[in-house]
């Protein structure tokens, strides 16, 4: 894949630091003088990307290609296949991390034994089917600090058709001013909080984000990220309709605040 797609470039160095040439002489004798001080470099953290992945051959790979794009260096790339029937660890095999093939199909159970094998500071869980710009990773290590416990960035359709657009403007709306607390095909969390709430309660099949972002917040603040996308896939709303879709989604947020949604399922898209 040319990761000139999107303004995609070959992955470079991260976060270096540049003088104009013009001043540099000046820099360098103000610094050598001590009169310009040393800021101590900001470690910065390593991150796991894990990517769950049930019959996901089809959509993988380019999902993939994008993370070779990435303007960070600092990462691993986790594929947890599970349940497949199709080749989707044949795809994944040479252009990740780490493969972990279970042969139990599970959503919350990819993720939490993605987890389980990171050994990054920072989680990102991102959809087999959501793609990001090069330089997403360095966006979210400036946006995602400490201070926050939980968060998603901005989501944006990979169809062009108009409907879609409107309807992630309110789901962006809603994730910015905080009303839902939500994702869209991407999650951030630091692993220790991770670990603190158990990770991924593997008992639900709907709104399990949500509801693992919930406990999360207990250990920090909700962050969206509004400054780079996560480009995700339209194919639920293609195949149940975008009207229906949404009247789902509000059926379940309505239920999940009155009385859980926990046996709720989803008509799965593969």
Same mark, same amino acid.
């Given at each position: ?6 303004g ?13 040439p013009?001043?540099?002489? %000046? ?5 050598n003088? +001590?009169?310009?001080?040393k ?31 990435? *303007?960070y $260096?600092?990462? @691993? ?30 959503l919350?159970?990819? *993720?939490?034994?993605? $987890?389980?094998? $990171? ?8 959809d087999?089917?959501?793609? %990001?710009a090069?330089?997403?990773l ?5 946006k ?8 998603? #960035?901005?989501?944006l ?40 709430? +158990? ?7 709907v709104? @399990?984000?949500s509801?693992?972002?919930? *406990? ?9 990220? +509004? ?10 709303? @293609? #195949?149940? +309709? ?7 989604? %509000?059926?379940?947020w309505?239920?999940?605040?009155? *009385? ?6 989803? @008509?799965?898209?593969?």
């Amino acid at each position: 894949m040319n990761c000139n797609w999107l303004g995609m470039e070959t992955r470079k160095g991260i976060l270096e630091r540049q003088s104009l040439p013009l001043f540099s002489p %000046l820099e360098k004798w103000f610094g050598n003088a +001590g009169l310009v001080g040393k800021q101590p470099a900001k470690k910065l953290p390593m991150i796991s990307i894990i990517i769950p992945a049930h019959n996901e051959a089809a959509y993988l790979s380019k999902t993939l290609e994008t993370l070779k794009c990435q *303007r960070y $260096a600092k990462f @691993e790339t986790i594929v947890v296949c599970n349940g497949c029937t199709d080749n989707t660890a044949g795809v994944a095999r040479s252009c990740c991390t780490l493969l972990i093939d279970d042969p139990q199909k599970g959503l919350s159970r990819a *993720r939490n034994n993605g $987890a389980r094998a $990171a050994k990054g500071d920072l989680l990102i869980f991102l959809d087999a089917d959501t793609l %990001l710009a090069p330089d997403a990773l360095r966006i979210v290590v400036r946006k995602f600090t400490e201070r926050h416990a939980a968060g998603t #960035l901005k989501g944006l359709p990979d169809n062009r058709r108009g409907i879609y657009h409107v309807l992630y403007f309110f789901k962006n709306w809603m994730h910015r001013s905080r009303v839902h607390k939500g994702s869209v095909g991407i999650i951030l969390c630091w692993k220790e909080h991770f670990e603190a709430v +158990g990770g991924f309660d593997e008992t639900m099949h709907v709104m @399990e984000n949500s509801e693992l972002i919930k *406990r999360l917040c207990q250990y920090g603040r909700y962050c969206f990220i +509004g400054a780079t996308p996560a480009i995700t896939s339209m194919r639920r709303y @293609e #195949l149940s +309709g975008p009207l229906q879709t949404v009247t789902l989604w %509000l059926k379940l947020w309505v239920r999940n605040l009155i *009385r859980g949604v926990r046996h709720q399922q989803y @008509e799965t898209v593969r």
